[in-house]
């Protein structure tokens, strides 16, 4: 999973990633509408955490940003304005969620992680595909109901496949997904290959059939 925290107080934005960082979320952060703006025209996320009150504009500025550009990344508003016109505001303009500051990072999280379920697996805790099981809520990963020890980066990798089902994903795509803007400083996406190796080694060795699929000069699938 992959989220963007646009949060103008840099302590609480920290707060907010070091918590997700625990549960195995890749997280980037930002401070002011121009940096927002920034991230959301050149990348994609599962979610974003969006304050209203930045330094230098308005955080419903950024949702009409999003949506006039036919993006459609999750949003949760984080802000501590909390009155009926702003509730109203951000949910015609396209939020998905709204949670008034100061607020259990708890919460929080069950919110965000309920959001990308109803957006990538139709609101299911557990996603199945033939013999593979995906407890999402406990990160368990099953072939024919025995267990599969992968690591954060690798699960993060199957979701992503299995949440674009039939889709060709790039590497630069899935090198953003599981390492966020660290991708962009890379010499080569290259690394893509020894997780999607380790990966399908690990589902084969505990019974599960090929379906990541190379794309020749254009990526990976996932699919029958």
């Not at 994609?44 to 955490?49: A, F, G, K, S, V």
């Not at 100061?102 to 069950?110: D, I, Y």
């Not at 379920?117 to 299911?124: Q, S, Y």
């Not at 699960?155 to 089902?165: D, I, S, Y």
Request: aromatic fraction near 8%; glycine fraction near 6%.
């Amino acid at each position: 999973m992959k989220v963007l925290i646009i949060e103008d107080e840099q302590e609480i934005a920290q707060i907010i990633k070091s918590y997700f960082k625990d549960n195995g979320i890749q997280c980037e952060t930002v401070h002011s509408y121009v940096q927002a703006v920034h991230k959301i025209d050149n990348y994609d996320y599962d979610c974003i955490l969006l304050d209203l009150a930045l330094p230098d504009g308005n955080g419903f500025d950024i949702l009409k940003e999003l949506r006039n550009k036919d993006k459609t990344d999750g949003v949760i508003i984080i802000s501590a304005k909390e009155t009926l016109e702003s509730r109203i505001e951000g949910f015609s303009l396209g939020a998905d969620d709204y949670l008034t500051k100061p607020f259990h990072l708890a919460e929080l999280l069950v919110r965000m992680q309920a959001l990308v379920r109803r957006r990538n697996f139709k609101g299911i805790n557990s996603i199945v595909f033939k013999e593979i099981r995906i407890e999402i809520f406990t990160k368990t990963v099953l072939v024919n109901e025995e267990k599969v020890d992968l690591t954060r980066k690798e699960l993060n990798l199957l979701l992503f496949l299995v949440g674009n089902n039939d889709k060709v994903l790039s590497k630069a795509a899935i090198a953003e997904h599981i390492s966020g803007d660290m991708a962009d400083m890379l010499d080569s996406h290259d690394f893509i290959y020894a997780h999607i190796k380790n990966l399908k080694k690990k589902l084969a060795k505990a019974g599960s059939g090929d379906y990541i699929k190379t794309v020749y000069g254009e990526g990976y699938k996932w699919g029958k």
